[in-house]
C-alpha cells in the first residue's frame, strides 16, 4: 500500500500537511509566512539522501498556475520516479498538457542539475511504462519519468541561480531595453534541443504586447477559463500559506476585499469591480510593458518534446536570473481551447512565420501537442512572490 505524504524538505523534518496552524494571525499583514517560503532555502543540511535533497531544488521549478503538479516516488533504491498528480492539472487552458508537461521538464532539469551537484548522474527515461494518450482526459498514472542514479555527474554552472529564480509578476521597466548580447546568452543557456529564437527590436515589440493583451484578454473574459485562476487565486498570507501553490495576490485592495467576503470564487470577476480591474490591469501592464520576447519552438509536438521545452526554459530563467533580467512566461496566446484560436494562429505567423499546427485546438490523430512557449524579458529584480511556495507529495 503506499503511503502519501506531504513533505516539507527544506528545513529538514517530515510533516503530514501543509502547515495552516496559525495561519489566521496573519490576516492583514503583508509579506509572505517565512513557512510558506522556505523551499527556497533548499535542503536541511540534515538530509543525507541525495534524491531528496535533488527533490528539494527540484520543487521550486517554474510551473504553470503554480499547481506544482508533480509526485515524487522513492521506493525504488536509487531511483526516482515522477508522476502527474492527476487532481494539479488544468483542462481548460492546458487540455493537452502541455504547459503541466513542460512544468515538469524544468522539475526534472533541476533534479538532474542537483543530483550533479553531488556527484550523480541521472539516466532519464521518458513514459517508461508507455505513453499517455494526447488528451489530458486520457491521461492515467502512468510515470512521466524514472530518473536512475548512476556515478559521475558534472556539475552546471546554472544551479547557482535555482534558489534564486523567481518568476516576476510585475510590470517591466521600459526605460531599460534588452541588449542584443543579452538575448544571445538567453538564447545559449536554453539549449540546441529546441528551436530558440526571440527579439528584441524595438520596431517588432507593439506585435507582440498586443498580442499578449489581446491572447490575455480571450482568457479572462472566457468564463470557463477565468475560473480555472479564480479557482487557484490565493488573497492574502493565510490563504497562501494554507495552500502554497496557486496564483498568490498580497495587495492591500484584494485582501480587504475578501476580508469583507467581497471576492466571490463562484463567478467571473464582474467588470467594474475591483477584482476585474486588477486582473485587467495586472495583464495589460505585463504585456505592454515587455521590453524583448523570446520563445522555444519544436519540430514535432509529442508529450516528449514538451518535457524538453520545459527543460529549456529552466535554463534560459536561470541565465536571466544570473543577468539580472526579468523573465516571464505569457502562455494565453498559445493555448488550445477553441475561443483562442485566432491569437494562437496569430502568435504563430508572428514568432515562426507560419500557421499554427492545427485547427481550433483539435489534436491531429498522432499524439499532437502544440507547445511553443513564448516568453517576455525585460529588466527587473527577482522578488519572493507566488513563486516562493512550494509542496511536494511523495510517495515512499
Ligand atoms: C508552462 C508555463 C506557463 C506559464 N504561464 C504563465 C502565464 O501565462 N502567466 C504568468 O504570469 N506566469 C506563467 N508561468 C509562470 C508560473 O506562474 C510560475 O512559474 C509559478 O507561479 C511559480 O513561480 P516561480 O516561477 O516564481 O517559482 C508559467 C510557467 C510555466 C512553466
Redesign the pocket.
Known amino acids: 500500500m503506499q503511503r502519501r505524504t506531504f513533505i516539507r524538505l527544506a528545513g529538514g523534518g517530515l510533516v503530514c500537511t501543509a502547515a495552516a496552524a496559525g495561519a489566521g494571525a496573519y490576516a492583514l499583514r503583508s509579506g509572505y509566512p517565512a513557512q510558506a517560503v522556505e523551499a527556497w532555502q533548499g535542503p536541511s543540511a540534515a538530509e543525507a539522501d541525495p534524491r531528496r535533497r535533488a527533490l528539494a531544488y527540484a520543487i521550486?521549478?517554474?510551473?504553470?498556475?503554480?499547481l506544482q503538479p508533480w509526485l515524487a516516488d522513492l521506493r525504488e533504491p536509487g531511483v526516482i520516479t515522477v508522476h502527474t498528480d492527476p487532481e494539479r492539472v488544468l483542462p481548460q487552458t492546458d487540455p493537452f498538457g502541455r504547459?503541466i508537461l513542460?512544468?515538469h521538464g524544468?522539475f526534472l532539469e533541476l533534479l538532474v542539475m542537483a543530483l550533479a551537484e553531488q556527484g550523480f548522474g541521472a539516466e532519464v527515461a521518458l513514459w517508461p511504462d508507455g505513453a499517455l494518450p494526447a488528451g489530458l482526459d486520457g491521461w492515467d498514472r502512468r510515470p512521466v519519468a524514472r530518473l536512475r542514479l548512476v556515478p559521475g555527474g558534472v556539475a552546471d554552472p546554472l544551479f547557482t541561480q535555482v534558489l534564486r529564480?523567481?518568476?516576476p509578476?510585475s510590470d517591466y521597466d521600459t526605460a531599460r531595453p534588452v541588449a542584443p548580447a543579452t538575448l544571445r546568452a538567453l538564447l545559449d543557456a536554453a539549449g540546441p534541443s529546441v528551436d530558440r529564437a526571440g527579439t528584441v527590436d524595438a520596431d517588432r515589440l507593439p506585435a507582440l504586447r498586443r498580442l499578449c493583451w489581446e491572447s490575455a484578454k480571450v482568457e479572462l473574459l472566457t468564463p470557463a477559463t477565468v475560473m480555472e485562476s479564480v479557482h487557484l487565486t490565493r488573497v492574502g498570507p493565510s490563504e497562501i500559506l494554507r495552500h502554497r501553490d496557486g496564483?498568490s495576490i498580497n495587495t492591500a485592495v484584494p485582501r480587504i476585499a475578501a476580508a469583507l467576503g467581497q471576492f466571490d470564487r463562484s463567478a467571473p470577476p464582474p467588470p467594474g469591480s475591483p477584482a476585474y480591474d486588477q486582473m485587467m490591469a495586472r495583464f495589460r501592464g505585463?504585456s505592454d510593458s515587455a521590453m524583448g520576447f523570446v520563445w522555444l519552438a519544436t519540430r514535432a509536438q509529442r508529450h516528449a518534446d514538451a518535457v524538453a521545452a520545459?527543460r529549456a526554459?529552466v535554463r534560459l530563467q536561470l541565465q536571466a536570473t544570473a543577468l539580472g533580467v526579468a523573465v516571464?512566461?505569457?502562455?494565453?496566446a498559445l493555448q488550445e481551447f477553441p475561443e483562442m484560436a485566432a491569437c494562437r494562429e496569430q502568435a504563430h505567423r508572428l514568432t515562426l512565420g507560419r500557421g499554427a499546427p492545427q485547427a481550433e485546438g483539435r489534436p491531429h490523430p498522432a499524439d499532437v501537442l502544440p507547445h511553443r512557449?513564448s516568453h517576455r524579458t525585460g529588466p527587473g529584480h527577482a522578488t519572493p512572490?507566488?513563486?516562493?511556495l512550494r509542496r511536494l507529495r511523495l510517495v515512499q
Open positions: 521550486t521549478a517554474p510551473n504553470p498556475h503554480n504547459q513542460i512544468g524544468a529564480r523567481r518568476t509578476k496564483i505585463h520545459g526554459y516571464h512566461p505569457m502562455s494565453q512557449s512572490t507566488a513563486g516562493g
